[in-house]
């Protein structure tokens, strides 16, 4: 040998090369997730933590997708928190509540959701989120009632990094790779570097619903075709598109959440759930009440798509906005209208007056009584509706929650119409058929399909 040192010389000037320069990242991984929302999150977390090594890809340059921009609640029943209230809020409330919303598919699934809900909740506080305030039994939201998605969303980043998975922004998944005998190995993605492929033992889906595809919309959900969209960008259906191609089947598709309140902001629709759960009433443009504020989302938009103009009001007063951080931040923004009394405002709303302080007098008896005779709301009695000054929004519903999409069984793998799983390929949160709240759709499924896909990876 001519010089017997050159060979371990330049293997460390090669590997202080590649560090200065950033060696390439690796495109074989264990699990491979889709989607950087509560569901991909939480898939990346739980497998991190399984043991598994995890590329996380988000296509568009931010993660955190729907869930982001979730207002109010992440829903369960026996977390931690609300096993400590004086009057103990279990899993099989949470199940009740669900199961009297759901159409009477896919009971086991429901009864899973519910079971693991609690635990996640824990699971979640655990990692930094504020999910300490209680409220309607099943709703957790930040103690002082602010947003939750901005809240829950830097949590679940932090701990992704923490974890060191490798994140990949503007990298979308355009198809599902399989190999000869139909096993899904991988995924084809684009990104400004140009496309590749990204090959995994397990492959999460975590892309999120289809709300924002007008012609998904128009297509499984046609009652809100023509509807704005209050859900992320994002939420394309690109996952459900996907994995139908590779023989999985779709489920449920008509089933949706929509967004009953959504406010025109002039740039955009966004949710004014926030303002319905801290005691708004919601009323025509006869003044009048129409429905329980706080049923079950789709039936209340349908009800507002009937009533004049296919619109509605909230109305609600000062101790609404006082009851969370959020209606401050609503009115900051110029959201809401306000008036000194309750007949200045229907003036400034352009809703029947004198019709308007009848219903308002109306809810003080329900306040007193806490009884809706009317319409048998028994949910965020909070405010009596009489604390000057008063305000109202114009809302009207939007495309936001899509139960509808791929069936899946209890490990969250993709399953055909006949019920068998496809080799390899798992999906969590809006992107499966699933009842549910969105956000504890989104993490209480990643976290199984998370849990899963790292055992199956890992050979466990
Ligand atoms: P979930 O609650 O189910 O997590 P989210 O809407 O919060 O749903 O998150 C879904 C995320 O998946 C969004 O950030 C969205 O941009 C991302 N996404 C959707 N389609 C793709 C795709 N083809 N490739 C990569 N990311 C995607």
Redesign the pocket.
């Known amino acids: 040998m001519k010089n017997p040192t050159a060979l371990p010389f330049f293997g460390l000037v090669l590997s202080a090369a590649l560090a200065t320069a950033g060696a390439a990242p690796s495109n074989t991984t264990d699990v491979l997730v889709?989607?950087?929302?509560?569901?991909?999150?939480?898939a990346a977390i739980a497998a991190r933590e399984a043991g598994a090594d995890v590329i996380m890809?988000?296509?568009?340059a931010?993660?955190?997708?729907?869930?982001?921009?979730s207002s109010t609640a992440f829903n369960a029943g026996g977390s931690q928190v609300q096993m400590a209230m004086e009057k103990p809020y279990t899993a099989d409330d949470y199940f009740k509540k669900l199961e009297a919303g759901a159409n009477g598919k896919e009971l086991e699934n429901l009864r899973q959701l519910a079971d693991a809900s609690g635990p996640t909740a824990d699971w979640l506080i655990d990692m930094g989120a504020d999910l300490g305030r209680v409220i309607n039994g099943s709703q957790h939201t930040p103690k002082d009632g602010s947003a939750l998605g901005v809240n829950l969303v830097p949590a679940m980043k932090a701990r992704v990094d923490a974890l060191k998975v490798d994140t990949r922004l503007r990298?979308?998944?355009?198809s599902l790779i399989t190999d000869e005998k139909g096993r899904v190995t991988g995924v084809r993605?684009s990104s400004p570097q140009g496309g590749y492929a990204i090959t995994a033992k397990t492959v999460i889906l975590?892309?999120?619903?289809f709300a924002s595809s007008p012609e998904m919309v128009a297509k499984y959900t046609p009652v809100w075709a023509g509807c704005p969209s209050t859900?992320?960008?994002?939420?394309?259906?690109?996952?459900i598109v996907?994995a139908e191609k590779v023989g999985a089947a779709l489920s449920q598709m008509d089933l949706t959440g929509p967004q009953s309140v959504a406010y025109d902001t002039g740039h955009g629709a966004v949710s004014l759930t926030n303002v319905r759960y801290n005691g708004a009433i919601l009323v025509n443009k006869e003044g009048k009440r129409f429905f329980n504020e706080l049923g079950n989302t789709a039936k209340l938009g349908e009800a507002i798509t009937k009533q004049t103009g296919g619109t509605a009001w909230l109305v609600f007063d000062q101790a609404s906005v006082e009851h969370a951080a959020l209606m401050s931040e609503y009115k900051e923004k110029g959201y809401f209208t306000e008036a000194p009394t309750v007949a200045e405002l229907a003036k400034k709303l352009g809703v029947d007056g004198k019709a308007l302080e009848a219903t308002v007098a109306d809810w003080h008896g329900v306040y007193d009584t806490k009884t809706d005779k009317a319409f048998g709301r028994k949910d965020s009695i909070f405010s009596r509706l009489d604390k000057a000054p008063f305000y109202g929004a114009k809302i009207s519903p939007a495309s936001q929650t899509t139960y509808g999409g791929v069936m899946r069984d209890l490990k969250c793998r993709a399953v055909r119409a006949d019920g068998t799983a496809i080799p390899g390929l798992y999906v969590?949160?809006?992107?499966?058929s699933q009842y549910g709240q969105?956000?504890s759709?989104?993490?209480v499924?990643?976290r199984i399909a998370g849990t899963e896909a790292a055992k199956e990876a890992l050979g466990k």
């Open positions: 889709v989607g950087s929302g509560g569901a991909g999150m939480g890809i988000e296509k568009l931010m993660v955190g997708g729907t869930t982001l921009l990298t979308k998944a355009e993605v975590a892309t999120g619903g859900a992320s960008v994002g939420a394309t259906g690109d996952g996907m969590a949160g809006e992107v499966a969105g956000v759709i989104g993490v499924l990643g």
